[in-house]
């Protein structure tokens, strides 16, 4: 079944302790991204991926990193996570880019930063 | 500056009656149109898109969008709606083959 594979779904922590949030998907699409969502803001895309050892900032990308070693594969790394990174994530992934193709989407990974 | 506009955070609906939810757009060129759909607790689910051709665009569970270039707007349409419709659409457009700007979304009520 073609799945964006997102862990973990749920994550409390607290402020300064570094936490990844790993996504896979098995589609073999070149294009990943990670976004945020918050009430009221919509998606905002924190990072992208086009292809491996390819990724670029999105529109808040502050506070994260990211990588793309694996096609596969796009983890997303909070070094010192703080609370206004408490939000619901999303990764995303589809054949390439995104401007003319439908992405597929994890099922999502809430964190709360205390 | 390009954006898109979903005017109303909430709508509600009586089961077995219309919908529209509305998406208005600002762009320069000729927008790649997108509809999602996020069901609780998952993630977003593409219902259909616009890219060329017949303004009219029909997608999965029985919606349907419109493209109106006149009035910048890309509405999405379903005759009668199902208790299973309760969710969050967004309207997004393809800004470039690396971005798309997203609505706010909708919030979707179904009352009995």
């Known amino acids: 079944e073609a799945q964006v594979t997102q862990n973990p779904r749920y994550l409390i922590t607290v402020t300064g302790k570094k936490l990844t949030v790993t996504c896979s998907q098995n589609m073999n699409h070149e294009y990943m991204s990670w976004y945020r969502q918050d009430p009221g803001l919509g998606l905002r895309q924190i990072y992208y991926?086009?292809?491996?050892?390819?990724?670029d900032k999105g529109d808040v990308p502050e506070g994260y990193k990211v990588s793309r070693k694996e096609k596969r594969n796009f983890p997303l790394i909070l070094e010192s996570p703080s609370p206004n990174q408490t939000s619901l994530y999303f990764c995303a992934s589809s054949f390439q880019g995104v401007g003319n193709q439908p992405q597929h989407f994890g099922d999502g990974t809430r964190l709360s930063i205390l | 500056a390009q954006s898109v506009t979903q005017p109303d955070i909430h709508i509600t609906v009586s089961e077995g009656a219309s919908l529209e939810l509305r998406c208005n757009y600002s762009y320069g060129a000729t927008p790649y149109l997108f509809w999602y759909v996020q069901s609780p607790g998952q993630g977003l689910q593409l219902l259909l898109k616009y890219f060329s051709g017949d303004t009219l665009v029909q997608g999965i569970k029985g919606f349907e969008a419109e493209f109106k270039r006149s009035q910048s707007s890309f509405d999405l349409r379903k005759p009668s709606v199902h208790w299973s419709d309760a969710a969050e659409y967004f309207c997004?457009?393809?800004?470039?083959?690396?971005?798309?700007?997203w609505g706010a979304g909708t919030k979707l009520i179904i009352k009995p």
């Open positions: 997004a457009v393809g800004a470039s083959n690396y971005q798309l700007i």
């Open positions: 991926s086009m292809n491996v050892e390819v990724t």
